[in-house]
T-cell receptor
Framework: GQQLNQSPQSMFIQEGEDVSMNCTSS?????WLWYKQEPGEGPVLLIA?????ELTSNGRLTAQFGITRKDSFLNISASIPSDVGIYFC???????????FGKGTHLIIQP | DGGITQSPKYLFRKEGQNVTLSCEQN?????MYWYRQDPGQGLRLIYY???????QKGDIAEGYSVSREKKESFPLTVTSAQKNPTAFYLC???????????FGPGTRLTVT
């Protein structure tokens, strides 16, 4: 099955820096979701996007649903130590279909 | 507390044995899902169920089986036919058609 192309694979940043990651697909999705996963735990939903062009914020996180419906990005502003983890994008085509995931972006914050 | 529970957290089995992973939700969600995660990888869909007594294969269903006899429960059996069963297994559910899936804490299965 398809997996989404997520980049970068990992990021090493200083506390306080802004972070940007993105996800692309060769096919269209009707919903884009961003999750964060910590070691040994299940993913936690951060932001859900439902319309092409939609820009949604959740605190310091902002995500956009690409106008072509084939991509999405996530920005984190002013990173803090608790932002460390693996961020996954996921797309859904419709109904109660399962999600298609990217391989994740591993965010590491250096003090 | 509403949520999704998976048990046990860690499971060890010998090769050739079938093993069943539990997933229970008290969110009154209709649809439930099983995903597999391997190190450094995203999640891949094994099976999903939109309503009781109905389920569909996902991208990697070979070697797995499921049942959905109750709305709250969606157990996954990893059979001896699964060639590489060691992985982190995650269960999810959704109560809307919009796509927001919520995940349980996962079960790490090790087969030796």
């Amino acid at each position: 099955g398809q997996q989404l192309n997520q980049s970068p694979q990992s990021m090493f940043i200083q506390e306080g820096e802004d972070v940007s990651m993105n996800c692309t697909s060769s096919s269209i999705f009707n919903t884009w979701l961003w999750y964060k996963q910590e070691p040994g735990e299940g993913p936690v939903l951060l932001i859900a996007l439902y319309k092409a062009g939609e820009l949604t914020s959740n605190g310091r996180l902002t995500a956009q649903f690409g106008i072509t419906r084939k991509d999405s990005f996530l920005n984190i502003s002013a990173s803090i130590p608790s932002d460390v983890g693996i961020y996954f994008c996921a797309g859904k085509r419709g109904g109660a279909d399962g999600l298609t995931f990217g391989k994740g972006t591993h965010l590491i914050i250096q003090p | 507390d509403g949520g999704i529970t998976q048990s046990p957290k860690y499971l060890f089995r010998k090769e050739g044995q079938n093993v069943t992973l539990s997933c229970e939700q008290n969110l009154n969600h209709d649809a439930m899902y099983w995903y597999r995660q391997d190190p450094g990888q995203g999640l891949r869909l094994i099976y999903y169920s939109q309503i009781v007594n109905d389920f569909q294969k996902g991208d990697i269903a070979e070697g797995y089986s499921v049942s959905r006899e109750k709305k709250e429960s969606f157990p996954l059996t990893v059979t001896s036919a699964q060639k590489n069963p060691t992985a982190f297994y995650l269960c999810a559910s959704t109560g809307t058609s919009l796509g927001e899936q919520y995940f349980g804490p996962g079960t790490r299965l090790t087969v030796t």
